[in-house]
Structures are given as C-alpha cells and as structure tokens.
C-alpha cells in the first residue's frame, strides 16, 4: 500500500492543566497522499488546532507514530525536524504571520534562505512567486502597508518559497471578507490542479465542502468521519 | 551555519528597533568609556613612576628634618657641613651633598611672587639626579658661578608666573638683586617644581645676609644593592654625630626606592580602585543589555514561530540573537573608546595647561582592541542566555504566543 506523504497512526496528544490531563488529540489516524486536497474539519475544541500541530512536524505526539515522506519525525532531531519542515511543508497561518521588518519580497525570500539557496535565486524565485499571486507591484512594500489578502497572499508565496510538497493552511480566510477569501481559496484550487498536497485546517463546513476533496472531521480528537468527494458527491471512506 | 544572509537579518531586525538598539548601546558605551578614560589616566600615572624607577633617581637616599613642614621651613632644624662628611664615610654610601632651600623673592616691575630657591653643589648635582630634570635651554651652573640662576620651566611662559615671560641672559630680581638667567629647566609637571630657581651653595648665602643659612636636606648617592641597610647605617651615623638617641631622631632618611615603592603602591591601589568603579558600571550596563534582549526574545517569540516554521534551525536562532547583542556590544565599544580617548584627549591638554602635567593619558593598541573586545563579549554574553532560551521554544507554542 502506499505509504502517503504524510500519515499519523494512532496519535495522541496529552496536555497537562494542573492535576487534570487534557487529551487534546486521542488515537488520530490521518494518511494525506500526494495530490490531495484534505480538509481537517471541527468545531473549535475539537483537537483540530492540535492535529494541525502534528501534521506539520511544529509538534511531538505523547503517543503513536507520525510519518512524514516515509520518515518517522520521533527519530529527527530538532535541526534535522526544521530542516525537513522547511524543505517539505509550507505553511499558510490565519494570522498571515509575516515578518513586520522585511519587505514582501523579502519575506518570501527567508524560507530559501534556511535551505541556502544563493542570493540571486531566491531573488529571482521570489520576483516569480510573488507575480504568481498577483503581487508584482507590492515587493517592496512592508507587510504593515498591504492589505489583509494581500498579507495572505505574500503568506502563499512563501509557503511556496521552496517547492514544498504539502501546503498546510490553518484557516487561511479566517481574517479575510469573503470576497478575498474566495481568491486566496481560488489560489490553493489552482496549485492543488497542478500537483501540490494541500492541507486546510478549518472550522467552516462550507469552505471545507467547496473546496477540498477529502474531509476528516475531527471530533474530541478523534476523527469522527471520512469523506471522500467522488463525482461531485460526499462519500464515506476507509 | 554563520551566513551573511542571518547578519543581515540581524542587522534589519536592530535597525527596524532603532531606539531600542541605541539605548542599548549608550548603556554599554558608558561604561566603556569610564573604563577607558580610567585606564588611559591609570597607565599614564603608572608610566610616570615606572619612568622615575629606572632612571638615576634610583640609587638616591635623602636626609630631611622629622615632621610635616617642607624643607627649608623649617629653621630650627639644620644640616651641617659635619652632618654631611658623617654621611659620606658611612658605610654604602659613594657620596653626599647638602642642600640649601630657601623661599625667595621674586620681582617683576611692582609684582613680588615668593618661590623656592634651591642651592646645590655644580660638582655634585645629586638634587638633579634625584629629580632627573634636566636643562632644556641653556647650561648647567658650574662652580664658581656667582650670580647666576636656572630658572624653572614655568617663567618661559607669559602670564604663568609673571605677565612677561624671561628669556635666556636677561636678568631676574631675586632678593633685591639682580641675577643673570644662565638656563632653564624642563617642564616637570607640577607648580611648584616648575617655578622654582637654582643657583649654586657658594653663591645662596650672600642672598640672606642677615641669618645664617643651613642646609635644608642631604642627598646621597649609596650601593642600591643593598639599600635598606645603608639606610640603616647612616641613620646610626647621624644619630651619632648629632648625639641623639635612637628614636628620637630630628631627621629621617629615606630611599628612594622605597618612597617610590610606597607612591606606586597607593597609586595602584588608586587604579584597582577607579577600575572597580568602571567595572561595576560595565556590570550594569550588561545587565541593562541582557534585560533588553531577553525582552526582545519575549516581543518576538511569535516570529522566531514563524522562522522555526519555515525552517530555521535551533543554531541559526541562537545565532541571530547572539549576534544582535554581540554587535550592539561591539557597537557601543567602538563608540565608548572614541569617546573615551577625545576625553582623555582634552581633559589630558587640560591638566597640561594647568600644569599638571604628570596626569597625562597613556594609550596601547591593548586598551583600544581590550575595550573593544570587552563590550563586545559583555553584549554576547548577557545575550546569550535569552539567545539559548529563544532558541529552545518549540515552535508550537511560539506560534501560539500572543
């Protein structure tokens, strides 16, 4: 079978609060193949922030596996761990999360710096990215002075910055009217056709249904139910 | 990995927090300069006695009436010429001479200043080992050179002693009568030195007619190999010689050596001091910086989130920080020596001008570089801590941090 690009078995995330233990996340199984669009629905509380957390490698599991390409990040060290994130993942925040001091050009720039890539590359890359996302006009402009979609624009840039294989959004219209969400959504339809995995983390039953092909809805850190679009209908799946 | 790529971002980070750097680094500089400023002055100070240490004033004992008053004040206390031939046979001792000190008057049109007259012996210039100051313009006095005088450096100068300035074979007031400036002597660096007038024994009598002139102290040239016992020596020889009983001595006799010793002693002790006081402003100023950059690790978790999201390793992090507070240290030592040295610059020019000229700064390529250095290593250091810290958050909760 094939292994898929990124798969959690059995997962559980424990917190501790005081004397209590919170299971954020108990015996998740997740397996995201290359060319998805999976959506990782649930209301908030539902351990979705959390599975996020771990599909991206920004956090260890208390428990069960996670594969990330065939590796199991339990074995990397914090380095290598940053190294592949960077190199794999590119994540889209709600937040955008833009670096305030550098430019847009520059922000995009930054990820490609940490694998080093030279200079004029990532220059040169980051021109493309940015014209990409319509924002040819905005490189030099601190994040401070664009607009929220144009801050998550510049924000899927650079999740694109190295070529990752996954894009991981976490909410990624959930700062933005609607009219500008549906482009920043459109952008993520348009890499997704041509080949890119793309993960959405969402709570809007209707972003998720729209956009992506497979749905896990996720409840008390479960996952509640596997949906798979197959001619425009919602089926369950094993 | 160091790249250029993270200095630069550094770099930008500094800049964009502008206010917040240049507090950071007029924090350190402070300290630097007093550092610097306290070591410039300490090392000249410490130059000063070490160049009297290895010059002819080292082998030099003096003979000077017991008590707080300055020879030739006090009148109840005299050398004489049997004293003085008691001190030369005395075992260790190559030779000895007597001193007169007088205060004199001093006139210039209707002006009278009151200095020091000094008498010394032209074939035995003892005195002038001793103070190792030598004539800078014009000769020495020699024997049988009546009449004249050795001014000190200060009276070439206009308005220092007098409004007008004397030149070489004019003729100069002292006590009513008129003496012929046969030379000067160099700039000592004190008032007083450098105002007094030299003439010699034979001549420093017929200027006070009226009393009987002594000889204020005795200088000696002695086997400096073994000091304190030659000083010992001639301590019992005098004693002898004056019919005094041990501990009641009206005199006492002191090495050179050992007054140098003792001066350098306390001046060293003066420089730990200063320099304890420049340290502990350095301290604070470390602090200041380590409290600014864990702040700035507190105000920018979110981003180093970010950073660690997109792939920046735990390394590249604590470089960042690191170097953020390694350069603002840097920074504020370059800038802290370039204060510091056109301070010492001035305040050195200053004190010449007023005459103090032993108090003059001495700088080495290690006090520059050593200062520089220091701040550079404080700002790492008190930023290293929070650099370490900020580099282990776990991006999870970085990302989560508002």
Redesign the interface.
Known sequence: MNPGLIELKEVAKYYHMGESIVKAVDGMNIKVHDGDFVAIMGSSGSGKSTAM?LV?S??LATKGDIYLDGINIETLD??DL??I???KI??I?QQF?L????TAKENVM??M????VS?DDRSSRAEKLLKLVELSDRMDHYPGQLSGGEQQRVAIA?AL??DPDVILADEPTGNLDTKTGEKVMAFLEDFNKKGKTIIMVTHDPKLAHEHAKIIYQIKDGKVERKLKKVNKKWKPFR | MIRKEIINYSLRNLVHKKSRSILTIFSILIGITAIFIFISFGLGLYNYVNDFKTSSSADKITVMPKGMSAPGMDESFALTDKDISAIEKTSGVYQATGLYSKVAEVKQSSIIRYVFLLGFDPDKPLIMELSNVKVIEGRMLKSGDDGKVILGYNYRIENKIFSKAYSLNDEIEIQGKKLKIIGFMQEVGSPQDDSQIYTTTDFLPSLYPVAKVNYAMAVARVDISNIKQVVENVEKELRKERGLEEGKEDFFVQSFQEMLDTYATALNVIIYFVVLIALVSVIVSAINTANTMVTSVLERVKEIGVIKSIGARNSEIFFIFLFESGFLGFVGGVIGVIIGFNFTLVTGAFLAKLGWSFLAPSYSVYLFLGCILFATLTGAISGAVPAYQASKIRPVDALRYE
């Open positions: 957390n991206g920004l956090d914090e380095s940053a190294q994130r960077g190199k590119g994540f925040f999360n670096i305030p001091n550098l930054l990820p710096m940490f694998q080093g200079a650079r910055a190295n």
